[in-house]
Structures are given as structure tokens and as C-alpha cells.
T-cell receptor
Framework: GENVEQHPSTLSVQEGDSAVIKCTYSDSASNYFPWYKQELGKRPQLIIDIRSNVGEKKDQRIAVTLNKTAKHFSLHITETQPEDSAVYFCAASMPGSARQLTFGSGTQLTVLP | DTGVSQDPRHKITKRGQNVTFRCDPISEHNRLYWYRQTLGQGPEFLTYFQNEAQLEKSRLLSDRFSAERPKGSFSTLEIQRTEQGDSAMYLC?????????????FGQGTRLTVV
């Protein structure tokens, strides 16, 4: 089955700096890659996603890039703010009946004021 | 709030007891998923329903676990003879059945503690 690895496990940045989180996946059949943000005690919330027919996608301060050849994808957050502090999870999904998500182990992002 | 709702939010039970959790998905979503999340880890897939049919089960879902989705609306997850290793956050997610999309909306989860 699919395996997703995520790095780093913790990341501290100064407010206003950029943050980058990287993930690799094992199954080249995966074609959907969402990123979820989870604040302490709250539900995971989708912040951005990308499909395998696209190399990059942006939404305001957040961008995701996908390299299908290398089987890795990254989350970029620019001009970080304290409210960006949370755990971020990458995930991958394959086409098929269930299309369940395989998640990475998460990155605890702390934005220091 | 018209999102995915789960009940209860927290459950403390003694080892060996049975517990049941409920999930109400977003009303127009045909797909329903159960995931389990332990501290410091990402959610792990447990099972999947398309309407009322349970179509996928993870190897993580032992015989003590059973899930149902009668009438294709709400779902229940039952754990029999709970063990301490069952302590985790149980997350429900739902997704529309449109082609080429797998966007999943999560509930706030049920935190299970087995003592």
C-alpha cells in the first residue's frame, strides 16, 4: 500500500518568514495530495490540495508543489503569522473505489512572534 | 454547524467494556470514512462506506471493531472488549461522490481513553 513520509517533524520560524514542509510518497498511482491543518483539540481542516495533473497551486500565502517523477510534494507558507501555528499533515490518495487518504506523521509548526 | 458531527466527544471506559461512537456526515455526502489518530501521528484509515455498503476495511480493523451505516446516513463504530491500545482519537470524515475528487471533511472526533 501507499506510504507517506513527512519532514520535518517540528519547525519553528520567526513571524514573517517562510515555512516549507516536505512529503514523499511511495505509490506512483497516487493522484491526489491534500494538506490538512490541525489545531490542538480540533478537527483536521483542508487548507490546500493538488492533483497529479498540476505541478503547482497557490492560494494567497499558501502554495503546494508536486514533483511526480521524484514522488514528492511540498507545502510553502509565506509571511507566516502566529495563527499559522498548528500541526500540518500531508496525505496521498489513489484512484479507486475508496480513495482513502494515507497521511504523513505531521509537522508541528510554531511561528514565533 | 452543517459539518461532520461526532458523538460523544470524549469517552472513558474500563478495559473489557464495549463502546459505540456515532458519526453524522454532511448530508449530501455519499462517502463516509473512519480514521484513528494516536498522539503525534497522522490519521490512519480504518474503513469506508459508499452509501450503506462497507466497501473497504483496513487490516487495522480487528474483529473487535464493527462499523455500520444503515440507510446510508449516519454511521456507528463499535469496539467490543476494549483494550488499552484502543485509546486514540476516532475521526469520521465524509466526502461527496463526485468523480475525480477525494476532498474529505473531518468531524471533531471522539477521544477514547481505555483505563
Amino acid at each position: 500500500g501507499e506510504n507517506v513520509e513527512q519532514h520535518p517533524s517540528t519547525l519553528s520560524v520567526q513571524e514573517g518568514d517562510s515555512a516549507v514542509i516536505k512529503c514523499t510518497y511511495s505509490d506512483s498511482a497516487s493522484n491526489y495530495f491534500p494538506w490538512y491543518k490541525q489545531e490542538l483539540g480540533k478537527r483536521p481542516q483542508l487548507i490546500i490540495d493538488i492533483r497529479s495533473n498540476v505541478g503547482e497551486k497557490k492560494d494567497q500565502r499558501i502554495a503546494v508543489t508536486l514533483n511526480k517523477t521524484a514522488k514528492h510534494f511540498s507545502l510553502h507558507i509565506t509571511e507566516t503569522q502566529p495563527e499559522d501555528s498548528a500541526v500540518y499533515f500531508c496525505a496521498a490518495s489513489m484512484p479507486g473505489s475508496a480513495r482513502q487518504l494515507t497521511f504523513g506523521s505531521g509537522t508541528q509548526l510554531t511561528v514565533l512572534p | 454547524d452543517t459539518g461532520v458531527s461526532q458523538d460523544p466527544r470524549h469517552k472513558i471506559t474500563k478495559r473489557g467494556q464495549n463502546v459505540t461512537f456515532r458519526c453524522d456526515p454532511i448530508s449530501e455526502h455519499n462517502r463516509l470514512y473512519w480514521y484513528r489518530q494516536t498522539l503525534g501521528q497522522g490519521p490512519e484509515f480504518l474503513t469506508y462506506f459508499q452509501n450503506e455498503a462497507q466497501l473497504e476495511k483496513s487490516r487495522l480493523l480487528s474483529d473487535r471493531f464493527s462499523a455500520e451505516r444503515p440507510k446510508g446516513s449516519f454511521s456507528t463504530l463499535e469496539i467490543q472488549r476494549t483494550e488499552q491500545g484502543d485509546s486514540a482519537m476516532y475521526l469520521c470524515a465524509s466526502s461527496p461522490s463526485r468523480e475525480k475528487t477525494a476532498e474529505a471533511f473531518f468531524g471533531q472526533g471522539t477521544r477514547l481513553t481505555v483505563v
